[in-house]
Nanobody, 122 residues
Framework: QVQLVESGGGLVQAGGSLRLSCAAS????????MAWFRQAPGKEREFVLA????????LYPGSAEGRFTISRDNAQNTVYLQMNSLKTEDTAVYYC???????????????WGQGTQVTVSS
Protein backbone atom coordinates (compact mmCIF):
# COMPACT_ATOMS: atom_id res chain seq x y z
CA GLN A 1 0.00 0.00 0.00
CA VAL A 2 1.23 3.46 -0.91
CA GLN A 3 -0.24 6.74 0.22
CA LEU A 4 0.48 9.82 -1.86
CA VAL A 5 0.14 13.47 -0.90
CA GLU A 6 0.64 16.24 -3.45
CA SER A 7 1.61 19.80 -2.66
CA GLY A 8 2.87 22.92 -4.39
CA GLY A 9 -0.15 23.89 -6.44
CA GLY A 10 -1.48 27.40 -6.56
CA LEU A 11 -2.17 30.43 -8.70
CA VAL A 12 0.51 31.59 -11.12
CA GLN A 13 0.60 33.97 -14.06
CA ALA A 14 1.11 32.71 -17.58
CA GLY A 15 4.79 32.31 -18.29
CA GLY A 16 5.56 31.50 -14.69
CA SER A 17 6.78 28.31 -13.05
CA LEU A 18 5.64 25.94 -10.33
CA ARG A 19 7.11 22.83 -8.78
CA LEU A 20 4.74 20.20 -7.52
CA SER A 21 5.78 17.61 -4.97
CA CYS A 22 4.29 14.25 -4.14
CA ALA A 23 5.31 12.62 -0.89
CA ALA A 24 4.82 8.87 -0.61
CA SER A 25 4.54 6.62 2.39
CA UNK A 26 6.05 3.16 2.57
CA UNK A 27 9.50 1.68 2.30
CA UNK A 28 9.13 0.40 -1.26
CA UNK A 29 8.83 3.76 -2.99
CA UNK A 30 11.79 3.05 -5.25
CA UNK A 31 10.08 0.03 -6.76
CA UNK A 32 7.17 2.04 -8.15
CA UNK A 33 6.81 3.85 -11.40
CA MET A 34 5.58 7.33 -10.53
CA ALA A 35 3.51 9.49 -12.80
CA TRP A 36 1.71 12.79 -12.96
CA PHE A 37 -1.72 13.17 -14.50
CA ARG A 38 -3.96 16.20 -14.75
CA GLN A 39 -7.63 16.87 -15.13
CA ALA A 40 -9.06 20.12 -16.38
CA PRO A 41 -12.72 21.04 -15.77
CA GLY A 42 -14.99 19.05 -18.04
CA LYS A 43 -12.16 16.96 -19.45
CA GLU A 44 -10.78 13.48 -18.99
CA ARG A 45 -7.80 12.92 -16.74
CA GLU A 46 -4.72 12.90 -18.95
CA PHE A 47 -1.19 11.63 -18.61
CA VAL A 48 1.57 14.20 -18.14
CA LEU A 49 4.84 12.39 -17.40
CA ALA A 50 6.16 9.26 -15.72
CA UNK A 51 9.48 8.23 -14.24
CA UNK A 52 10.90 4.78 -13.61
CA UNK A 53 11.59 3.46 -10.14
CA UNK A 54 15.31 4.19 -10.34
CA UNK A 55 14.73 7.58 -11.94
CA UNK A 56 16.86 6.68 -14.94
CA UNK A 57 14.03 6.79 -17.48
CA UNK A 58 11.19 9.19 -18.12
CA LEU A 59 8.13 8.76 -20.28
CA TYR A 60 6.75 11.64 -22.27
CA PRO A 61 3.66 11.70 -24.46
CA GLY A 62 4.20 12.37 -28.12
CA SER A 63 2.86 15.87 -27.75
CA ALA A 64 5.28 16.84 -24.97
CA GLU A 65 6.63 20.33 -25.43
CA GLY A 66 9.51 20.05 -22.98
CA ARG A 67 8.09 22.58 -20.56
CA PHE A 68 7.55 19.99 -17.83
CA THR A 69 10.16 17.82 -16.11
CA ILE A 70 9.66 14.92 -13.73
CA SER A 71 12.21 13.84 -11.16
CA ARG A 72 12.31 11.79 -7.97
CA ASP A 73 14.28 11.49 -4.77
CA ASN A 74 13.99 7.94 -3.53
CA ALA A 75 15.77 8.79 -0.28
CA GLN A 76 13.00 11.30 0.45
CA ASN A 77 10.16 9.21 -1.03
CA THR A 78 9.21 12.18 -3.18
CA VAL A 79 8.49 12.79 -6.84
CA TYR A 80 8.48 16.24 -8.39
CA LEU A 81 6.93 17.93 -11.38
CA GLN A 82 8.70 21.08 -12.52
CA MET A 83 6.47 23.17 -14.75
CA ASN A 84 7.91 26.09 -16.68
CA SER A 85 6.45 28.59 -19.14
CA LEU A 86 2.99 27.81 -17.87
CA LYS A 87 -0.01 28.49 -20.07
CA THR A 88 -3.63 29.09 -19.17
CA GLU A 89 -4.47 25.71 -20.70
CA ASP A 90 -2.28 24.05 -18.06
CA THR A 91 -4.93 24.92 -15.49
CA ALA A 92 -6.07 21.64 -13.93
CA VAL A 93 -5.97 19.47 -10.86
CA TYR A 94 -2.68 17.62 -10.91
CA TYR A 95 -2.48 14.11 -9.50
CA CYS A 96 0.46 11.90 -8.76
CA UNK A 97 0.10 8.18 -9.15
CA UNK A 98 2.10 5.03 -8.44
CA UNK A 99 2.10 1.82 -10.41
CA UNK A 100 4.07 -1.21 -11.51
CA UNK A 101 4.19 -0.57 -15.25
CA UNK A 102 6.06 2.12 -17.14
CA UNK A 103 3.08 3.23 -19.18
CA UNK A 104 0.84 6.23 -19.84
CA UNK A 105 -2.38 4.33 -19.20
CA UNK A 106 -4.33 5.67 -16.27
CA UNK A 107 -5.87 2.32 -15.27
CA UNK A 108 -2.41 0.80 -14.76
CA UNK A 109 -1.73 3.09 -11.82
CA UNK A 110 -3.12 1.61 -8.62
CA UNK A 111 -2.40 4.40 -6.16
CA TRP A 112 -3.42 8.05 -6.40
CA GLY A 113 -3.05 11.21 -4.44
CA GLN A 114 -5.89 13.60 -3.74
CA GLY A 115 -4.71 16.15 -6.28
CA THR A 116 -3.47 19.71 -6.12
CA GLN A 117 -5.01 22.62 -8.02
CA VAL A 118 -2.90 24.58 -10.47
CA THR A 119 -4.45 27.74 -11.88
CA VAL A 120 -2.66 29.75 -14.53
CA SER A 121 -3.98 33.25 -15.10
CA SER A 122 -3.53 35.31 -18.24
Amino acid sequence: QVQLVESGGGLVQAGGSLRLSCAASGRTFGTYVMAWFRQAPGKEREFVLAISGSGSSTLYPGSAEGRFTISRDNAQNTVYLQMNSLKTEDTAVYYCAAGDKFVMTRREYAYWGQGTQVTVSS
